[in-house]
């Protein structure tokens, strides 16, 4: 077992990675970020490697409760996976937190990069959501990066450079630490609607998947993401009907219950 120095990470099996890249992403908007990660991981069974001890990022403030239980404390957790491809190209290393934390955001965001950069990764991906007014069956992808040769790169592959905007949480901060690093760094971000930004987009997330996957040129069967996205677009559309047809009930007065006018001589 190779020695590290970064303590927090406890490393359960010594790998060795060709010129590896770093996705990483944490719970955001629309769960957009999470449910694309968690199923790039399951499709490519990515093995565990290495853990993130967590405790001096998240300031629990709460207990769960299960069958009128009171359970012992929780801490979020951050894992590392790795995933090797058979023949040319980059391995990749998946960086998955549970959830945001709640303090010293930015020693985190150094500590994820240092352990990804003593592997190799020169290059590091995130995911985000981006919100927008309206729902769209298929959505569309925005795309940022650490520098210009990057942007052009995206501009490429077809994706929406917008120009100006915040990428809010550890998967817009990651990236900026990256880039203070010389480390190159991309997100991708699936288009979803303000009004549904409680509310899993698994819409979205097929859409960032499809083009991260085109990226990093590997191949992933999206048969039951894409039916998760179908379904959500159906239950979607058929609410937004509902909510159309509410609205012109509750402020269209049909003719015959209309107050009469008086005759004008």
Known sequence: MRKRREELIRVSQDIELTDPVLVAA????ANVAMTAITYLADKLKAEEFAKLDALQFF???GAMIENNVIQLPKLPESKFYYWKRNGAGSDIILFIGEAQP???SFELANRILDFARSYGVKRVYTIAAAMV???HEQPRVW???TNPFLVKELHEYGLDLKGNFYVAGMNGLLLSVAKSKRMEGTCLLGETPKYLSELDNPIASQAVLAVLANILH???D???LQETARQASTEIKEALQESRRQYIDHFTVPLWERPQ???KG
Do not use: H, R, V, Y
Request: proline fraction near 8%; hydrophobic fraction near 35%.
């Open 133 to 135: 007014p309206q729902f």
């Open 143 to 145: 795309g940022t990066a």
């Open 26 to 29: 944490w719970p955001g908007i």
């Open 261 to 263: 006018e008086e005759d």
């Open 218 to 220: 590997i191949e992933i």
């Open 222 to 224: 999206m048969s039951e």
């Open 102 to 104: 709640t303090m010293k």
């Open 59 to 61: 300031d629990l403030n």
